[in-house]
């Protein structure tokens, strides 16, 4: 998934505010946002230092998807919920937890994720095995994607509800958002149902260095490229193309 990590993030900051404390500050509570949003893209952060640095869009870390790493961040919540003080880290904590696992959540909605690293290498996933084998170009083209603009509809929608504005612009927004999200929706499936093929490997697949799908082994499997280990972080790098302009280090 892309940008649409971003919309739980909002939804528990906007939850969550109604129990944060009248004598935190601005710049804390600007703070708990940027825990808030952060969090629910952090895991994904290696993907733009490779984009940056390295001239590919993949991965080429693991444990940032590792479901332990955020049940440590859920027992340290608990630890302070028990000890009944720090209420703002407590909340921070809360926050980062939550945006953790629905980063991991809707990555398994999306394409996969290897949950039990370092445990396991395998996947977990839910999404079509187009998507899964064709990575990120069989992403945007199927109809799973539909969920990044419904998440983002319903943000839309969350926030004009909660806006202390005129009920008819409440309405206003909420027809808009809804009739695009279904215009848009019959738009990519006709476009899909007319030109989107079944994924398969081929040479041309094979050297897109934007693929985004996960491998259960880490080495390269049918067309896209799976995670490398941090041991040896950019195996992959040099069998990738330079698409995008940008050297590579490696
Ligand atoms: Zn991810």
Redesign the pocket.
């Known amino acids: 998934?892309l940008a649409a990590?971003l919309v739980p993030g909002y939804l528990m900051a906007a939850k969550s505010q109604s129990t944060w404390k009248s004598e935190w500050t601005s710049r804390q509570r600007a703070f708990l946002w940027a825990v808030a949003l952060g969090s629910t893209v952090a895991?994904?952060i290696d993907?733009v230092r490779n984009m940056l640095f390295y001239g590919f869009l993949n991965?080429s870390v693991l444990w940032?998807?590792s479901i332990f790493v955020y049940l440590g961040l859920g027992l340290l919540w608990l630890i302070l919920y028990n000890l009944k003080h720090g209420s703002f880290l407590k909340t921070a904590v809360g926050l980062a937890t939550v945006g953790g696992f629905s980063?991991?959540l809707?990555?398994v909605v999306?394409h996969g994720?290897p949950l039990l690293y370092p445990v396991s290498m395998m996947p977990f996933g839910i999404a079509p095995a187009r998507v899964v084998e064709g990575g990120f170009s069989a992403y945007i083209t199927d109809p799973i994607f539909l969920l990044e603009p419904l998440f983002f509809g319903l943000a839309i929608i969350h926030w004009a509800h909660h806006r202390n504005i005129a009920p008819r612009f409440k309405k206003l927004i909420l027809a808009t958002t809804t009739s695009g999200l279904v215009l848009f929706a019959v738009a990519f499936i006709l476009l899909c149902t007319a030109s989107c093929q079944p994924t398969s490997p081929s040479p041309t697949d094979d050297a897109n260095p934007l693929s985004h799908a996960w491998s259960a082994t880490g080495e390269r499997s049918g067309n896209h490229f799976g995670y490398v280990e941090e041991k040896e972080p950019f195996t992959e790098v040099a069998k990738v193309p330079n698409l995008t302009g940008i050297a590579s280090a490696n």
Request: aromatic share 0%.
């Open positions: 998934m990590h895991p994904d993907v991965h940032t998807h980063h991991l809707l990555d999306a994720t």
